[in-house]
């Protein structure tokens, strides 16, 4: 499974401009697979899955329907978070250029693909 989910995400930082790490998770923050640089993997993954389940409970709080992603803006970059299923997710970094509309685009079928590849191999650590 590792290896399935390492191509998407070199697919999509290579279809994003701006894009510069990006990983899959549990959504209990346990890392499956990560493309990253001088980022810690499993400290992003932690991180990503607080952000996403913050996310959850806002969205159905204010009941705005399920969650589908999370967008941070920093000072130099951004960081996004998606929701794969309801197991896993999806978090991208990009700096300050990153194409933002164009991530979204191409993260819908990434994230269906990935939710498949999750569902198909179950969630394990990597």
């Not at 499974?1 to 697919?11: G, N, Q, T």
């Not at 996310?55 to 329907?65: D, I, N, P």
């Amino acid at each position: 499974m590792r290896e399935k989910v390492l191509a998407e995400l070199r697919a999509l930082r290579d279809e994003v401009m701006g894009a510069t790490d990006a990983a899959v998770a549990s959504s209990d923050g346990m890392l499956i697979a990560a493309d990253t640089g001088d980022v810690r993997p499993d400290v992003l993954a932690a991180m990503a899955a607080a952000a996403l389940g913050l996310g959850r409970s806002t969205s159905e709080e204010v009941g705005l329907g399920s969650l589908r992603e999370v967008v941070t803006r920093c000072r130099d970059g951004h960081i996004v978070v998606y929701a794969v299923g309801e197991r896993a997710l999806l978090v991208v970094l990009g700096d300050e250029g990153l194409d933002v509309a164009n991530l979204h685009l191409r993260s819908r079928p990434a994230v269906e693909r990935l939710e498949a590849i999750v569902q198909r191999d179950g969630v394990s650590a990597g």
